[in-house]
């Protein structure tokens, strides 16, 4: 079982990025997709979640109208497009399954792969 983020890079504020976050080994359709980050000496935290159907999706308040979390069911793949990025979204991105969104703590998600580092620019 993997979950395998990419996508990261150094970009300028401002400026927009796409994650993915591919999955192998299991059907990802039989899980919620949170999207967690963890900055430099800080907690690992969830950013956004979405439901097994798109159409349920959660965004934490730092993030609400920049961020825009799907999924591709059929690709086993799954997305955060990030726009209008901040220094302060600078971290390392992980995707995570878990069993529903209503859940915020990391314990509750499984963690099956590297991250991917996001770094804005000032």
């Known amino acids: 079982v993997q979950l395998q983020a990419s996508g990261g890079g150094l970009v300028q504020d401002g400026d927009s990025l796409r994650l993915s976050c591919v999955a192998s080994g299991f059907t990802l359709d039989a899980y919620v997709i949170a999207w967690f980050r963890q900055a430099p000496g800080k907690e690992r935290e969830r950013v956004s979640c979405i439901g097994t159907s798109e159409g349920s999706t959660y965004y934490t308040d730092r993030v609400r109208g920049r961020f825009s979390i799907s999924r591709d069911n059929a690709k086993n793949t799954a997305f955060l497009q990030m726009n209008s990025l901040k220094p302060e979204d600078t971290a390392v991105y992980y995707c995570?399954?878990?069993?529903?969104?209503?859940?915020?703590?990391?314990?509750?998600?499984?963690?099956r792969g590297q991250g991917t580092l996001v770094t804005v620019s000032s």
């Open positions: 995570a399954r878990g069993t529903r969104c209503s859940y915020y703590s990391t314990s509750k998600y499984e963690f």
